[in-house]
């Protein structure tokens, strides 16, 4: 090969060099990005919570919410662990935003906490917030009752996805967040060992266990029990009652504009508990508003959920990571479309608003950030 010469010498070498130094140039961009984003997700984002407002109008309740509405602050997924400098942090916000706040009912749609550790911040949370003028209610999520581990999250969503196509793509999903680990040897009792395949093949395979893995809620393994009847007797001393499938008719001076006249539902955990959308509702007068709170928005799959005429959740923590046009990069559900991971949505009559939440389970965020909400339900 022929090269071109400038005074006697070769330019090869000067353009390997140039092209090089615009090779690693641009990887160190890529490189600088990646960690601006990584550290954006890990120290900023998570941090920046947000108090957002929402207003529900409920059609023949006239004479049963205040005529100024009834104001909701809706929490939850606080997933509190007793990592200080982070849970303080979101504390100190959720202070700040809430300072002098005025409204009627507290709600929180559990996860209270990730273990045991976050109870402490937990209460301190509680104190930090103004006490709200008729009572504060809340259900049990799945990380009160247990703690799990994600070492082996790909390996027991692996041998899911492959006994799901052993059943023509139509097995039967559950709820539950865990199972049972397949075999000792990582594989389903009936499953044959893996045949080679080629690489078009593995990327086509790899593929389609993305596609699958972001779109059922994950499998992870239990590695500790929480206590969850301390909490529930430590929230009781704080003023915060759990509404165990159960349903209270909330009064206050009914027929007074200022009035309240409705019924606060609760349901157990999804997955960890034992949700009965018909015990909690046994008591309910159909004539009067319903509020029903549940810490999995996958309750929608009851039909008589859709009873209520407001359905409130968290559990899905908007995704934790949301990136433009594709969504949630995971619903946390089996219900719920890629866009609606959070936010308000509809089921027949009934208004459903899923909170991105305060904490997370794995600690990062991007395009999701951590809020709390304060709704106003008004007649009308």
Same mark, same amino acid.
């Given at each position: ?104 009912? =507290? ?267 304060? =709704? ?5």
């Amino acid at each position: 090969m022929a090269y071109g010469v400038l005074n006697g010498e070769s330019t090869a070498p000067q353009t390997n060099l140039k092209v090089a130094g615009q090779f690693l140039n641009g990887l160190g961009m890529l490189l600088g990005f990646g960690m601006g984003v990584a550290g954006y997700s890990i120290l900023r984002e998570p941090l920046d919570v947000r108090l957002d407002h929402l207003k529900i109008r409920l059609r023949n309740t006239g004479g049963q919410l205040p005529g100024r509405g009834l104001r909701i602050l809706h929490l939850s997924d606080t997933h509190f662990q007793g990592i200080e400098w982070r849970e303080r942090a979101k504390i100190d916000r959720i202070r700040r935003l809430t300072a002098g706040l005025e409204y009627d009912l =507290l709600v929180h749609t559990g996860d209270f906490w990730h273990n045991d550790s976050g109870l402490n911040n937990l209460l301190t949370l509680l104190d930090s917030i103004p006490r709200p003028r008729l009572g504060s209610y809340g259900v049990l999520g799945n990380h009160d009752y247990v703690c799990y581990s994600h070492s082996d999250m790909w390996t027991r969503n692996w041998a899911r996805y492959q006994a799901h196509n052993e059943q023509g793509g139509n097995g039967h999903q559950t709820n539950g967040l865990v199972s049972k680990p397949a075999s000792p040897n990582g594989l389903a009792p009936h499953q044959n060992p893996p045949k080679k395949l080629s690489m078009f093949q593995n990327m086509v395979e790899f593929y389609r266990f993305a596609k699958y893995f972001m779109n059922v809620p994950f499998v992870l393994k239990r590695v500790h029990f929480n206590d969850v009847e301390r909490l529930r007797r430590t929230l009781s001393d704080h003023g915060v009652q759990i509404l165990h499938n159960q349903a209270l008719h909330l009064q206050h001076k009914p027929g007074h504009p200022d009035g309240v006249d409705l019924y606060l539902a609760g349901v157990d955990d999804v997955s960890e508990g034992q949700p009965d959308v018909h015990q909690a509702f046994a008591s309910v007068q159909t004539t009067k508003p319903l509020i029903l709170l549940s810490h999995h928005p996958d309750i929608l799959q009851e039909a008589r959920a859709w009873q209520a005429d407001v359905v409130l959740s968290g559990h899905t923590h908007g995704g934790q990571i949301s990136l433009p046009w594709l969504g949630a990069i995971h619903t946390h559900s089996a219900h719920l479309r890629r866009h609606e991971a959070a936010g308000y949505l509809r089921r027949g009559k009934t208004h459903v608003y899923i909170t991105r939440g305060v904490g997370e389970g794995i600690p990062l965020r991007f395009g999701a950030r951590p809020q709390i909400t304060l =709704l106003t339900i008004k007649a009308g």
